[in-house]
């Protein structure tokens, strides 16, 4: 039996912005399998971010539980939050988040020295290799493309071998060819390695591909739908 590796009960975030107590997650349940490949979707501001936030143990929760890899991270302050996620969660944004001065490579190795975990060239080599990257390893971002950017990103998220990968609308910069192209990469990765993802998108003929849907509104889930396609 698969395990769960995150568990969400009245999930609760809330923003205090002025006078107004904006409730971006309100009391969501969900539990997420070791495997799953869930795409989030919902209009702006539905919540997506700041459900993947929590989950990614970036931001601190207002109430209800969450656990993540079995361990209860309501409680465990913000400041704490950093050491929970270091190596154990691979992030991905819309905007790439590269280092403009170091090649694809650097970037990997940078973040790969802050997670504290050995650096292997020839892994990372192929590492490459797989996000269909090899031939570009000594590049600067500005040399590559926004679909080229991503896979360093993929590669960077994947090299500190995390339980699980999180994904914030990380085509929302590409066109649909390479949009596509980035989609298959993380279709193969939950496949081939069985590893977990969790993918925000507003793009729904990719979040179609994910084996689950999680449609978003005002910070509840409004619906749960197994991809047809799988
Ligand atoms: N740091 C913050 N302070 C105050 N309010 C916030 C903050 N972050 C998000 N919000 C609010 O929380 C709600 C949910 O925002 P969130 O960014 O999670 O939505 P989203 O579904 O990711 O939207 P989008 O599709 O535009 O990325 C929105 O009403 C937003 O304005
Ligand atoms: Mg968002």
């Known amino acids: 039996m698969k395990n769960t590796i995150i568990k969400a009960a009245e999930l609760t975030k809330v923003y205090i912005r002025g006078t107004e107590e904006v409730y971006a997650v309100n009391g969501i349940?969900?539990?997420?399998?070791?495997?799953?490949?869930?795409?989030?979707?919902?209009?702006?501001?539905?919540?997506?971010?700041?459900?993947?936030?929590?989950?990614?143990?970036?931001?601190?929760?207002?109430?209800?539980?969450?656990?993540?890899?079995?361990?209860?991270?309501?409680?465990?302050?913000?400041?704490?939050?950093?050491?929970?996620?270091?190596?154990?969660?691979?992030?991905?944004?819309?905007?790439?988040?590269?280092?403009?001065?170091?090649?694809?490579?650097?970037?990997v190795e940078l973040s790969l020295y802050f997670a504290r975990k050995p650096q292997d060239r020839k892994k990372l080599v192929q590492l490459f290799e797989k996000v269909g990257l090899g031939h570009r390893i000594n590049h600067l971002p500005k040399e590559m493309s926004g679909g080229e950017r991503q896979r360093v990103a993929i590669a960077r998220a994947l090299a500190v071998s995390p339980k699980f990968l999180i994904a914030d609308e990380p085509t929302g910069n590409l066109d649909t060819k390479s949009s596509q192209e980035i989609f298959d990469i993380f279709k193969n990765i939950n496949k081939s390695e069985g590893l977990t993802i969790i993918l925000a998108t507003h793009n729904p003929k990719l979040g179609s591909q994910a084996d689950h849907i999680i449609y978003l509104k005002d910070g509840k889930v409004v619906s749960k739908e197994e991809s047809s396609l799988y």
Do not use: Y
């Not at 969450?66 to 050491?83: A, P």
């Open 29 to 107: 349940n969900l539990d997420i399998t070791d495997g799953d490949f869930i795409a989030l979707m919902g209009p702006s501001g539905s919540g997506k971010t700041t459900l993947l936030d929590l989950i990614g143990c970036l931001d601190s929760i207002s109430s209800g539980s969450l656990e993540v890899f079995g361990k209860d991270v309501s409680r465990v302050k913000e400041s704490k939050l950093v050491g929970l996620r270091r190596g154990h969660i691979g992030f991905i944004f819309q905007d790439f988040l590269l280092i403009p001065s170091l090649t694809a490579i650097e970037n």
